[in-house]
Each structure stands twice: as structure tokens, then as C-alpha cells.
């Protein structure tokens, strides 16, 4: 065997690569691949636990151990970064612990057949294990897989699994469930789960059926009435670690701008006033009717920042900003801030690649990349968070 069939790194979609750019599935880091593509596992090659691996489409990483995983991660990041001419010192990345996940959308068929969808297909994986999810949620698959049964659904059901203050919130989208034997079913189900909310939506938006007490999701030590569905980092400990990356970019600079700020994450966290820009009417709502209660100075404003990004005037009223855009990035809003003169940025970003798109039009506009926090919070996946250290060069 040659130095050529030994796997160098993992590809962004998680296959090994040999040194000679050969990409050969489920392979790790320091395995050996002969001509026939057998693998002899190498240091960082583990039997992957669950029993459902390859085929659920929820992991696509788990024959790597937690060294390698974070090289992926290192190496995306760069990579992305490179495609760009650009580089920076990158953390190691935090990761986030199995069974820890408590934010999941699982499909269900009128079988009852609940769980992932298979990699690149659209049938289901019918879950009788997960190594991802968090016990509260996993624990619902079996009892859902029999309430969906009763309910016999006409179309394919995706069901949005939340861990809340309260309990666990189910929202069932592609069915509304009639008649009096439904709804005790219904009723049934979220007592004997000691739900904490349960809704459907069957595309005219969310009819609630159960909710005992509003249902609160606790940010910065604020609870924020939670809408069904609504973004939330994937697991708590990812949320504290990006958290605590933003502090630590912020400090205790006294007026802050958190631009896609969702329900308040790093709002509600941050010591000094913040300025609060979100789209989404139910979150940006939300994280107001919160603020105003627990007296926080948050300055809540509903905007599409796509359309309408700050302006540089706006973003240098403030002495650091705080970014979180969705997969597509933040590219109108990093032209304004690189002809800003806005001092600190924390950039969070779930995608490398749009990351690296947007902070190149920011270094060309004078800022610096201090350094990048990746965080791991989708355990055994492809999916790279991070959280981005930014000032300006002068
Ligand atoms: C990655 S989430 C971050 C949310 C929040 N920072 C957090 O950590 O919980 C991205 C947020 O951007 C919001 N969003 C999407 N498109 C937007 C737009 N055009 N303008 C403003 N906000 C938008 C989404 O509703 C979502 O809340």
C-alpha cells in the first residue's frame, strides 16, 4: 500500500480523501484504503454507535472520533476562508455532547414510521435509536409513532420536536386532526407525555391544541414566550459557547447592535443597551414583550435586513455588532459594515462558505479577523458553526 491510499482529511460532505484525492465514504483520517476500496481502520477510525448509521440521513460523521471531527471542522472553516485568499487563527472547536441535540425535525408516514430522512432520499429511517437527540425528545418516538398511526395522515407529516422551559413542544405540520376521537387522542397524548405544547399546521399556520402554560424558552436569564417552531440553537451547550465567544468580543461595550437577533440569544445576554433587529414578527415580538418585562434594555425593531441592511450611519452609532445571519449570509449588510466605521464585530455563522464570502467584502473594507470560535453543536454531522472576532485593522 502506498503513502497515496492513506486518508489525509474528510471532504465537506464527509467522505475520506486519500493524499492522491481519491474520495472514499465512511472513511477516516489515518485509515489505509486498498485498491478495492477496503478500509483497514486507522487511530481515529471508531465503530459508529447507533445502529441506524449510514443510512439515517441525522449523521453523517460518527466512524470519526472527536479529533478528527474537530480537524473536519478546523479545516472547513480554512478552507472557506482560503477560497477567498483570506486564513486566521482558528480555535479548537467546541463540541457539543451526544444526546444533547434538543431542537429536531423528524418525517413521519401514516405507518407510523417516524425518524430522518435517509441520506440523499426521501424515505424515513423508522428511529429505534438515536445518539443525537436529547433523552426528553427521543422518548416521544414511540408514542408519536402510535398517536400518528391512530390520526392515519394522507401525506407525509414533519414533525418540529422543541426542548422548552416547559416540556417538550410538538409541532405537526401536514395534518389537522378532526372530530372527537382526534382530539382525545390528542389530549391523551400531551398529558400522558406531560407535553408542553402541541400544535398543527396544515400550511395556514399553527392551530394550538395543547398548552397548560405559556411556553418559555430561558435566554440570558430571561424567559421569551417561545412561537412554535422557532430557531433556537441546537443544543444548550452550543448556545453557551457561542454566547460566550460574543461576550467576550463585546466586553462591556455599552450600546450594541445584535443584527438577526431571532428570540434574543446574544440580546438578552449582553451587559450593555442592545439594539435588536429581526424579520421574523412572532421572534422579534417575543424577544420585545420579554425584554419590557424582566426591565432589560433591549430596542426591539422589526426589519428585513436583506432588504433594508443598516445603513453605515446607523451601524457606527453603536460600538460593537453582533450578526447571526441565516445559511445565506449577511452579504448586503457586510458591504454597509465595511464602509462603516463601527469599531468590534462578533460574526456567527452556521456556513463557512457564505462566512468567508462575507467578511472578504469586510476586509477589503478594513477590518481584521482576530480570530474564529468553531463550535460543533450538530454532533456526527457535516454542519460547522462558528463565531468570528472582527475589529478594525486602524
Ligand atoms: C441563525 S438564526 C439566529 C437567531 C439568533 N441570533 C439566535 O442565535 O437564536 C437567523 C435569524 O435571522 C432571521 N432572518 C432571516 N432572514 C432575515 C432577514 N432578511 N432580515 C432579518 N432577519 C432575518 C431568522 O428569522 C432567524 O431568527
Redesign the pocket.
Known sequence: MTEASTIVRVAARGEGVTADGRHVPFAAPGDRVSENGAIEAGPHHLVPPCRHFPQCGGCQLQHLDDAAWRQFIVDRIAGGLAAHGLSAEIRSPVLSPPRTRRRATLHAESSGRIGFAVEKSHAIVDLAECHVLAPELFALVAPLRRLIHKLRPKRRLDIHLTLADQGVDVLINGVMPEGLAAAEAITAFAEANRLARMAFDEGYGPETRWEPDAVTIT?GGVPVPLPPA????ATSEG?AA?VEAVRSIVGDTPVVA?????????ALALPGRVYA????RE?IMALKAAAGRSQRAVFTEH?????RPLTPAELDRFGAI?I???RAGAKEQAQALAASRAPRLAY?S?NPSSFARDVKVMVDGGWRIDWIQPVGQFRWSTHVELAASLSRAS
Not at 258 to 266: H, K, M, R, V, Y
Not at 277 to 280: D, K, N, Q, T, Y
Open positions: 435566554l422557532s430557531f433556537l440553537q448556545e457561542l445584535d443584527l438577526f437577533a431571532g428570540l434574543g440569544t446574544f433587529a429581526e424579520a421574523g421572534a426589519r428585513d435586513l436583506y432588504r453582533v447571526d445571519p441565516p456567527v452556521c
